[in-house]
């Protein structure tokens, strides 16, 4: 493997033409379509930069040397990786043919991470109502699915939602590859691991779960859920291990569920579909929804509770709080809405009033017309 202070030199030598975009802040993505199309995200937006390399040979020369330092296989044979720069920066490289523009990259930066939940509320990303009830969800241990599509803002919103677990417990964070940022004094990294040239050692999500388990968590936060894992979390879930916080892909609350529902069947246990769908509807308690509008700006658009299964067969879902869209503005295209209650209040009030959380019935009171 090369050494960290060797390798960092190497990378700005290769990649010196986006360099400038990886060196600042406020880009949080540096997209490489080839040598001479390169793209960057700005606050939520895509622009088209003026960088290029000199030739393909150079973006190859930096994908083989990220490859290499990271200990994987990048070839012909093996055209795709996912890797992780020092600075915890996520790397996707993609080779031709597979990829028809050319080697494709992209990098995804993870700044210090400083956001709370009342940044989101200035932001307008969530009304204060919305951000009281889901800091009372954390607080009564209830299982939560943070779910959107690709860019919305999952990543940051889980670690946002995290900051309100207790510093008193004790936090086993899983992931694909290190994003989150829990700032709690008592907290348990694990990550996963590829396999090796000659396809030994890989570690997944579903083997770090198993340690996870024995590891005497109070709480697992796991950074996404994406194949057949969704089974032993869902069982962890509804096995006495409350508080359980992951993400995933989906568009709708309605579709994360059915999403958790496809991934569980990819794992080797086989069970009845029936039997499958009451276990994720019990263990899944609330589903965040955020999404990206066109203003690039990352607004919470659902909050819901989950209330098992009809007589059907089919989810329950109540929506607690929308996101109401009202146009946009004309000069700045800026998103113009707000989050607002629905009127309808969480099936689980009575516990928290016994458990002696403050809670104000009027937060769920809808606004008057």
């Given at each position: ?37 390169i793209w960057i995200e700005v606050k939520g937006k895509l622009q ?159 083997d770090l779960f198993h340690s996870a388990m024995r590891l005497r ?88 509770e989950v209330l098992g299964l009809d007589s059907s067969g089919e ?55």
């Amino acid at each position: 493997m090369i050494p960290k202070e060797i390798f960092e030199q190497s990378i700005r030598r290769y990649f010196k033409c986006v360099m400038p975009y990886l060196d600042d802040e406020k880009v949080s993505e540096v997209m490489i379509n080839g040598p001479d199309d390169i793209w960057i995200e700005v606050k939520g937006k895509l622009q088209k930069t003026d960088a290029r390399f000199e030739t393909e040979d150079d973006l190859m020369g930096g994908v083989k040397n990220i490859a290499q330092y990271v200990g994987k296989v990048l070839n012909e044979l093996n055209p795709r990786m996912d890797a992780r720069l020092p600075d915890g920066s996520r790397v996707h490289v993609v080779l031709p043919p597979c990829a028809r523009n050319g080697v494709s990259v992209a990098i995804r930066r993870f700044g210090k991470f400083s956001l709370t939940i009342d940044d989101l509320i200035g932001f307008g990303s969530v009304s204060r109502e919305a951000a009281n009830f889901i800091d009372i969800c954390v607080k009564l241990e209830r299982n939560i699915i943070v779910a959107g599509g690709t860019g919305s803002g999952k990543t940051s919103l889980l670690n946002v939602v995290s900051l309100l677990i207790s510093g008193a417990d004790r936090i086993i964070v899983i992931e694909d590859s290190t994003e989150l940022q829990l700032q709690q004094p008592h907290v348990v990294m694990l990550e996963c691991r590829g396999p090796d040239s000659k396809g030994r050692g890989r570690v997944e999500i579903g083997d770090l779960f198993h340690s996870a388990m024995r590891l005497r968590p109070d709480r697992i936060v796991i950074g996404e859920i994406r194949g057949g894992e969704a089974l032993t979390l869902l069982q962890a879930m509804t096995s006495g291990h409350g508080g359980t916080m992951s993400t995933t892909h989906a568009t709708y609350p309605d579709d994360t569920l059915r999403r958790l529902e496809t991934m569980a069947m990819m794992n080797e246990v086989e069970l009845p579909l029936m039997a499958l769908r009451s276990q994720v509807a019990s263990a899944v308690q609330i589903i965040i929804q955020t999404s990206r509008f066109n203003d690039g700006s990352r607004k919470l658009t659902h909050i819901c509770e989950v209330l098992g299964l009809d007589s059907s067969g089919e989810y329950r879902i109540k929506p607690i709080f929308l996101f109401k869209h009202r146009g946009n503005e004309e000069n700045t295209g800026k998103v113009l809405g707000q989050m607002e209650a629905t009127g309808e209040k969480p099936s689980f009030l009575a516990e928290v009033r016994e458990r002696g959380i403050k809670v104000d019935d009027r937060w769920f009171d809808p606004p008057r017309a």
